[in-house]
């Protein structure tokens, strides 16, 4: 146990260490899950118990870098308020050493089970990967069973990140994994009793489906039901850009269609991005107890652009989105914000039939600040070009002849613009979340979302709206707290 005990203490003792300089960074946000110091990634075990929701994450408590990962915890009974829980997993034991990788949760005859994938590297460069389980009588303090799957034959190390459900009398889980041949898959295991696995093989992947080659290796897995459709969201590496598609250099997105009950094959459509800005990766979902199917994602990416971001200097890096409804809309998912965080509004202000003269920059004293809520509603959808600009960082533009969105932010290492873009045939409403270091735009009511973060200069809090010509909307700002 001393073992244990060191880690987990050499954790909190580094928090603790930390805790001034990082709560003096101007970038911590201010409705976002982040880390109490170190980096932050991937939501695990996402899943609501007794009117509780749980949400971990995989956290290095000793870098800003990708090292051996804890589960970090937190709790809240509204989405809304949380709670820093004690730490779940410490990556202690000969099959996690290297790191307790993500994985999920479930509730079984009044207990928390957590599914993880122990990841472990060898002096010689070798890694193994196993499945293994924690259990929990208090949803707090958890007790490692060790490995319940090993690696099957035809695959490589690269297989990891379970979620688990109930289905009917038996238990399925959700693989990522990458086959012999690295091409990218979705396995799927059952189970009597959660301790004994049979493997079913791949549910979807490269070269399955009509799919050609698909990625390398599909992370963070999670099939579910929603709307009378199955579908499995997924983050495939190694995809190429397609156009205005896959300018990150990972791709989270998803398949509908309906998953055969006797073959355990899902037979799918198109793959579709969930999120079309900079930011966004392994989300993972749960169903709660009013029915709703919500969504977390880790609100940030690893690239090459990840170690340029300030909030290294104060000792901390990323964040958590916020946490979102999905539907089902004419076979496209629609994201909207729960709506839970209405709860953080304050102060009011409301402009009705706001109107934009034609190439005139527009701001007003009370659209502007840090942390806010705001929503435009187009009397139609907009006819010409339309631009607003976030404190000289941030510039969102929609232009109607083109039918194109675009998400404009300076890069993080040299100030230089970078964009992403999507298609989209009308606007006529935004939704804009805007966080301290951070944006998540939701347009025409979820049909499509652009995450990111962003670095401003402190006391830039400035908010412009420009049209190429006549425009009138409905303008309505929140101040989040």
């Known amino acids: ?128 990967t196993y499945q293994c389980m924690a259990v929990s009588e208090d949803g707090i303090s958890f007790e490692k069973k060790g490995p319940v799957i090993h690696l099957p034959k035809g695959y490589t190390a690269h297989f990891r990140d379970p979620k688990v459900w109930k289905s009917g009398n038996e238990w399925l889980m959700v693989l990522g994994a990458q086959n012999l041949k690295h091409e990218g898959e979705a396995v799927l295991y059952r189970s009597d009793n959660l301790f004994e696995w049979e493997f079913l093989g791949p549910a979807a992947g490269s070269q399955m489906n009509e799919l050609e080659e698909f990625g390398y290796m599909w992370e963070c897995p999670d099939l579910f039901q929603l709307d009378g459709h199955d579908v499995l969201i997924v983050s495939p590496q190694g995809l190429e850009p397609e156009g205005d598609h896959f300018h990150n250099l990972y791709q989270s997105g998803y398949f509908i269609g309906k ?44 690239d090459e652009m990840e170690k340029y971001q300030p909030t290294i200097e104060h000792n901390w890096i990323h964040a958590l989105t916020i946490p979102r409804e999905l539907k089902i809309v004419n076979n496209k998912i629609y994201q909207k914000p729960a709506t839970e965080l209405k709860a953080l509004r304050k102060n009011e202000v409301r402009y009705k039939a706001v109107c934009l003269e034609a190439g005139i920059v527009k701001n007003f004293s009370d659209i502007q600040g840090d942390s806010l809520e ?68 939701f347009l025409n009511d979820g049909e499509e979302v652009c995450t990111a973060r962003f670095f401003a200069k402190e006391n830039d809090k400035c908010i412009t709206f420009y049209s190429d010509q006549i425009e009138t909307f409905d303008l309505s700002k929140w101040e989040l707290k």
């Not at 090292?67 to 099959?95: C, M, R």
């Not at 969930?274 to 990416?301: H, K, V």
């Not at 006819?383 to 993080?412: P, V």
């Open 374 to 441: 705001m929503q435009l509603d187009f009397n139609d959808s907009i006819a010409g070009i339309f631009e607003m600009e976030i404190r000289d960082n941030i510039k969102i533009s929609y232009h109607s002849t083109e039918q194109l969105f675009t998400l404009e932010r300076k890069n993080f290492k040299d100030g230089k613009k970078e964009f992403r873009r999507c298609a989209l045939e009308k606007l006529h409403k935004l939704h804009i979340f805007l966080d301290t270091s951070s944006i998540e735009i």
């Open 1 to 128: 146990m001393t073992k244990i005990n060191n880690l987990v203490e050499d954790a909190y003792r580094r928090v603790e260490q930390e805790q001034q300089k990082v709560a003096s960074d101007m970038y911590r946000l201010q409705f976002h899950l982040m880390p109490l110091v170190g980096l932050l990634n991937d939501p695990n075990g996402f899943i609501q118990i007794d009117e509780v929701y749980h949400v971990f994450y995989q956290w290095n408590p000793f870098e800003t870098a990708h090292g051996a990962k804890f589960w970090g915890h937190f709790t809240s009974t509204d989405l809304v308020n949380w709670t820093t829980e004690p730490i779940a997993l410490a990556p202690d034991q000969w099959y996690d050493k290297n790191g307790c990788y993500s994985g999920s949760a479930i509730e079984h005859d009044g207990k928390m089970y957590l599914f993880y994938t122990g990841n472990v590297k060898e002096d010689n460069g070798e890694r193994s």
């Open 259 to 302: 998953l055969d009950p006797q073959t355990k094959r899902l037979q799918h459509g198109t793959f579709t991005e969930l999120d079309r800005g900079f930011d966004f990766y392994a989300p993972q979902t749960t169903l709660d107890s009013e029915g709703r199917r919500l969504l977390i994602a880790w609100m940030g990416i690893t």
